[in-house]
C-alpha cells in the first residue's frame, strides 16, 4: 500500500482537465501578472484555460499528472524537447512536486531522443527562475516566446533555459 501523500505521476486523462485548468489558471496568474504584454492577459481567462486544459487532454498525451491521495496537484506538459507548462497547486508547492514532474519532464525529452530539454520563462518570474537554476537548468538569454492565440503568436519576452538530458542508451548487437 502507498505511503499516505506520497506523489505518484501518471499521465492525464480526462478526468483531470478541471484539476489541470485550475492549477494552470492559478499558477499562471502567479507567474504572469505584470510580466507579459495586456494583450496576452486580456485572452489568458479562467475559461480559456479551462478550454485549453481539456484540450490539451483530449487531443494529445503530452500531459503527466503528479496525484497525491488520489487528488491532481500538478501538472506538466511535454512537446517534443520543450517543457511546455509546469505547474503545482500553491498549497504543495515547496513540497517537491515541481522537481518530480521536471524529472519527468526531462526523462521524457531524452526518450524522445534529444539531448538537450528547454523552457520559457517570463523574466519577471523570480520564484520559477531560481527553481529552474536549483534544478541545473542554465539560462541561455533573453527571446520573445510565441504565445499562441486565436489572432496569431503573441510576443512575449521570456528567457530560454536549457539542460542537457541523456537519451537512453541504445543496445549495439554483439560484435560477430
Same mark, same amino acid.
Request: net charge negative; hydrophobic share 40%.
Given at each position: 500500500?502507498?505511503a499516505? +501523500?506520497a =506523489?505518484?505521476l501518471r499521465p492525464?486523462?480526462?478526468?483531470?482537465?478541471?484539476?489541470?485548468? @485550475?492549477?494552470w $489558471?492559478?499558477?499562471?496568474?502567479?507567474?504572469?501578472?505584470? +510580466?507579459?504584454p495586456?494583450?496576452l492577459?486580456a485572452i489568458?481567462?479562467?475559461?480559456?484555460?479551462?478550454? %485549453? #486544459?481539456?484540450? %490539451?487532454i483530449?487531443d494529445?498525451?503530452?500531459?503527466? *499528472?503528479a496525484? =497525491?491521495?488520489?487528488?491532481?496537484?500538478?501538472?506538466?506538459?511535454v512537446v /517534443?524537447d520543450?517543457v511546455?507548462q509546469v $505547474?503545482? &497547486?500553491r498549497?504543495? @508547492?515547496?513540497?517537491?512536486?515541481?522537481?518530480?514532474l521536471?524529472a519527468? &519532464? /526531462?526523462?521524457? *525529452?531524452?526518450e524522445?531522443? $534529444? /539531448?538537450? #530539454?528547454?523552457?520559457?520563462v517570463v523574466?519577471? +518570474?523570480a520564484?520559477? @527562475?531560481?527553481? $529552474?537554476? !536549483?534544478g541545473?537548468? @542554465?539560462?541561455e538569454?533573453r527571446?520573445?516566446?510565441?504565445a499562441?492565440?486565436?489572432?496569431g503568436?503573441?510576443?512575449?519576452?521570456?528567457h530560454?533555459?536549457?539542460?542537457d538530458?541523456?537519451?537512453p #542508451? !541504445?543496445?549495439?548487437?554483439p560484435?560477430?
Amino acid at each position: 500500500m502507498p505511503a499516505e +501523500n506520497a =506523489v505518484t505521476l501518471r499521465p492525464a486523462e480526462a478526468g483531470d482537465a478541471a484539476a489541470v485548468a @485550475r492549477i494552470w $489558471y492559478l499558477g499562471w496568474q502567479d507567474g504572469h501578472l505584470g +510580466n507579459v504584454p495586456d494583450e496576452l492577459l486580456a485572452i489568458r481567462t479562467e475559461d480559456s484555460f479551462t478550454a %485549453r #486544459a481539456a484540450q %490539451r487532454i483530449e487531443d494529445t498525451t503530452d500531459t503527466t *499528472v503528479a496525484t =497525491v491521495d488520489g487528488s491532481v496537484v500538478g501538472f506538466v506538459m511535454v512537446v /517534443e524537447d520543450e517543457v511546455e507548462q509546469v $505547474y503545482v &497547486a500553491r498549497e504543495h @508547492r515547496g513540497s517537491g512536486v515541481a522537481a518530480l514532474l521536471l524529472a519527468d &519532464a /526531462e526523462r521524457l *525529452v531524452a526518450e524522445a531522443g $534529444y /539531448e538537450q #530539454a528547454w523552457l520559457a520563462v517570463v523574466g519577471g +518570474n523570480a520564484r520559477a @527562475r531560481r527553481f $529552474y537554476e !536549483r534544478g541545473g537548468w @542554465r539560462d541561455e538569454g533573453r527571446f520573445d516566446y510565441a504565445a499562441a492565440s486565436e489572432d496569431g503568436p503573441i510576443p512575449v519576452p521570456s528567457h530560454r533555459y536549457v539542460k542537457d538530458v541523456t537519451p537512453p #542508451a !541504445r543496445s549495439t548487437p554483439p560484435a560477430p
